[in-house]
């Protein structure tokens, strides 16, 4: 019952949003609580004390941290429907591996690209543009990164796409230089659960780059 | 047969030392070699093209990278020995937080204390406290993180043990009096043969972070 189950959530978030797609994939209704970023709510202390931040799924009381941990979480409690790891060890653990290296290297560069300018902006965009590389080979000529079916890897990846608008402005032609993680791209979003999770890109641009201009204009 | 699981490593990583504990905890036959990692082997960057580190575990020909994913595969692959997990997916989340909170937060402010030094080792040391403290308390009163069995947490946070000897030496600072309960965990782990064959001397690991501090501090 959706009484049983919230999510403390962030409409920006991209961690929050694999874990909206997750709950919407398996078909699970749950009550989204959006949280203040800046100012933590006392739920959200109490459900994540050590780490405190979003998204926080409460199942039953008890509370879940850290997105891709839930997304996990989430497979292994709702297992009747659209698993998002196989089954087998080895495809498992390349699949971790890979949601891993995105969670490593693709948010952490495309927010150092966000909030830093001039060389360091320029570093963080070529290491970004690398990595992007290495995910295009990956996917290669499937329609997924877990294979015939969307999985962890989607998953992990997805929710990057509505920050294309500012990768396009940075510099960073995603439709030329990664034409099968666009069209991965593409296709992820025609999925309802993605559609719906994931915001417009231009409501996601705007808010961006007006963030950005009080970022830099403190400084 | 030993020649169909090959572990590349380097003696003092604590995170070649999960594998090497996961692999005992099994009682997998594998074989152990040594990379030197200013002359990293052809079958190391082969096998982990992306990131190019150790621990890889090589099963069967196909390679596993990142301790923690080495740790789940080699739990998943062998199934039938003590798993190190338990069934219900909430204690599965709760073990993999903690595990991740080992790697994200414990892990890069215990490199401060011995691999830099003024006001960036300080900072470290405070960060480090408070992840013991938050560890010891995420411990309780439990044997091991796992509850009653060594489980997935304790395997990533155990090896570390083995540098808190540098981490006292450069950090100037006691560990036991700042969190005993952890203390006589990290002891009671030692007790398994899993453990203590895989850990170096606490003396060698001291010995090769002063020699690292020498030569970039």
Not at chain 1, 80 to 106: G, I, N, T
Not at chain 1, 110 to 137: H, N, P, Y
Not at chain 1, 163 to 188: D, Q, T, V
Not at chain 2, 115 to 124: H, L, R, V, Y
């Amino acid at each position: 019952m959706a009484d049983e189950l919230v999510l403390l959530d962030f409409w920006l978030s991209p961690f929050a949003m694999r874990v909206r797609i997750a709950l919407a994939e398996k078909g699970i209704e749950y009550e989204s609580r959006g949280e203040n970023v800046m100012n933590n709510s006392d739920l959200l202390l109490e459900m994540n004390p050590v780490i405190k931040q979003i998204p926080v799924l409460i199942h039953k009381s008890k509370p879940i941290c850290e997105s891709l941990i839930i997304v996990e979480y989430i497979d292994e409690v709702w297992k009747h429907k659209s698993a998002f790891l196989p089954c087998d060890p080895y495809q498992r653990a390349q699949a971790r591996f890979w949601a891993d290296f995105v969670e490593k290297k693709v948010y952490s560069l495309g927010r150092k690209m966000w909030d830093s300018t001039g060389e360091a902006q320029e570093a963080a965009k070529k290491e970004l543009i690398s990595c992007f590389k290495l995910l295009e080979v990956e996917l290669g000529e499937k329609p997924y990164f877990g294979g015939e079916s969307f999985g962890f890897v989607d998953l992990a990846l997805i929710p990057s796409c509505c920050w294309s608008l500012w990768f396009e402005e940075c510099g960073i032609n995603m439709a030329g230089e990664f034409p099968k993680i666009f069209a991965w791209a593409e296709r992820c979003m025609d999925r309802e659960s993605v559609a719906k999770s994931v915001p417009d890109r231009h409501r996601v641009y705007a808010f961006l780059v007006e963030l950005r201009k009080k970022l830099f204009a403190k400084h | 047969m030993a020649n169909q699981t090959i572990l590349l490593d380097y003696w003092p990583s604590m995170f070649g030392m999960r594998a090497r504990v996961a692999l005992r905890e099994k009682g997998v036959d594998f074989e152990y070699r040594e990379e030197d990692l200013t002359n990293k082997s052809p079958l190391l960057l082969q096998s982990n093209p992306i990131h190019k580190k150790i621990p890889v575990l090589i099963h069967n020909g196909k390679p596993v990278c990142e301790s923690l994913n080495v740790i789940q595969y080699v739990d998943e692959a062998w199934s039938d020995k003590t798993p190190f997990f338990p069934a219900d997916p909430y204690g599965r989340a709760h073990a993999r937080f903690w595990a991740d909170y080992v790697d994200k937060k414990f892990s890069d402010a215990q490199f401060k204390i011995w691999g830099k030094k003024g006001e960036e080792q300080e900072a470290g040391k405070k960060e480090f406290i408070e992840a013991i403290k938050n560890l010891e308390s995420e411990l309780g009163d439990k044997p091991y993180f796992g509850g009653d069995s060594f489980g997935y947490v304790d395997i990533s946070l155990i090896t570390f043990y083995s540098w808190f000897g540098a981490y006292e030496k450069f950090g100037n600072f006691s560990i036991e009096a700042e969190t005993p309960k952890l203390i006589a965990w990290c002891k009671r782990c030692m007790e398994k043969e899993s453990v203590s064959k895989s850990l170096p001397d606490s003396e060698k690991i001291v010995a090769y972070a002063a020699e690292f501090r020498k030569n970039n501090l």
